[in-house]
Structure formats: C-alpha cells, structure tokens
T-cell receptor, first 112, second 111 residues
C-alpha cells in the first residue's frame, strides 16, 4: 500500500530536549516536505527536498533541521524544542509536482 | 494581504445542493493551483489540480481565473460525505517548489 509514514504520531516533551520526527514514503517519490498546522494559520511549509541531498527552507524553518540522505526518508529534527513549536506536523511527498502531495497522518507534538 | 485567502465559512448547505467557493491569490507569478480536502483531525488529501482551461471530476469542477487571480471549486449534488474543510494551495513559482496553503473553507452538508 502506497503511504507516507510518520513517527511518533503523538509526543509530549519538554523544552530543550532534542527530538526527531521520522517520515518515510514507499512510493519512490522525489519531492518531500514538512508542514506545521496551527489554528487560524493553516498549513505552513517548514522545509522541502527536491531529491536526495537537496533541501531548502520553506516559510517557517527557524528551529528545525532536516536531512535527506535516502530518497525514502526525510526526518524533521528539533534540536531544542520550545513551546511555540507545539503543533500538528505533516510530512508529504510527491512524485514530481510539489502540489500533488501525499500526506502522512500527522504528528501531534506538545512542548511543555 | 495574505498570499492565499479563503472565506473560512462555515458553509452549511442542504444535501443535493450546489455550492461554490473561491480562493484568491496575491502573486501573479503563481504557476500551479490545487484543491485539497481535510477531514477533522485528518491529513489533507488532494482533491484536484486546477488547470488553466478548468477541469471537472465527477461532481467537482475547478476553474482558474488568472486575470482576477482566483480559483474556484464547484460541488454539484452535494453529499453528506462532502462535509470537510477545503484547502486552496498555490505553487508560487515554477522551479521553486514552495507551496502556500489557504486556511481553508469549512463545508457542512445538512441532511
């Protein structure tokens, strides 16, 4: 089954404790991206990757890092999480066009 | 002005009715456009891409008006299962794959 898998789905952590949200897709997609969704603000792009070893900032990259060492994986790293990073995070992938996305089920992160 | 704007609704529409909503975008260089639907607490799912000539998929019709910088979504013969939030998505520049999402229009179909 074609899918984008994110882990963990739910996480409560404390300020400053590094965490990684993994994202994996099994569709051999070149394009992958991360979004956060907050009430009243909609989905905002954090980072995206056009292919292996190619990443670029989206609209809200501050406080986040990503890597794309393999085509299927695109982890999101929060080196020192802060409460304003409490949000619902989505990973997505696309075969070619950035707009035709398959989304993961989301990861709800709470930073205390 | 926001890059992508949508009427948040809610639109409460009786089953079987036709409903339409628009999405305006501010960047005239925007290249591609999409509609997604998002059910409560779920991930967004692609509904349809919006082509320059307009396109139709069953009960759904999408249109692009470049002169006035908006896209539209028309749903005919609405079903209860159409209840969702509809997100407008704009790819601002060709080759620069940054996407901007609208905040969504909430639609509720009433039996």
């Amino acid at each position: 089954e074609a899918q984008v898998t994110q882990n963990p789905r739910y996480l409560i952590t404390v300020t400053g404790k590094k965490l990684t949200v993994t994202c994996s897709q099994n569709m051999n997609h070149e394009y992958m991206s991360w979004y956060r969704q907050d009430p009243g603000l909609g989905l905002r792009q954090i980072y995206y990757s056009m292919n292996v070893e190619v990443t670029d900032k989206g609209d809200v990259p501050e406080g986040y890092k990503v890597s794309r060492k393999e085509k299927r994986n695109f982890p999101l790293i929060l080196e020192s999480p802060s409460p304003n990073q409490t949000s619902l995070y989505f990973c997505a992938s696309s075969l070619r066009r950035a707009g035709e996305l398959f989304f993961g089920e989301g990861s709800r992160l709470t930073v205390l | 002005r926001k890059e992508v704007e949508q009427d948040p609704g809610p639109f409460n529409v009786p089953e079987g009715a036709t409903v339409a909503f628009n999405c305006t975008y501010s960047n005239s260089a925007s290249q591609s456009f999409f509609w997604y639907r998002q059910d409560c607490r779920k991930e967004p799912k692609l509904l349809m891409s919006v082509y320059s000539s307009g396109n139709e998929d069953g009960r759904f019709t999408a249109q692009l008006n470049r002169a006035s910088q908006y896209i539209s979504l028309l749903i005919r013969d609405s079903k209860l299962s159409d209840s969702a939030t509809y997100l407008c998505v704009v790819n601002r520049n060709f080759g620069n794959e940054k996407l901007t999402f609208g905040t969504g229009t909430r639609l509720t179909i009433i039996p």
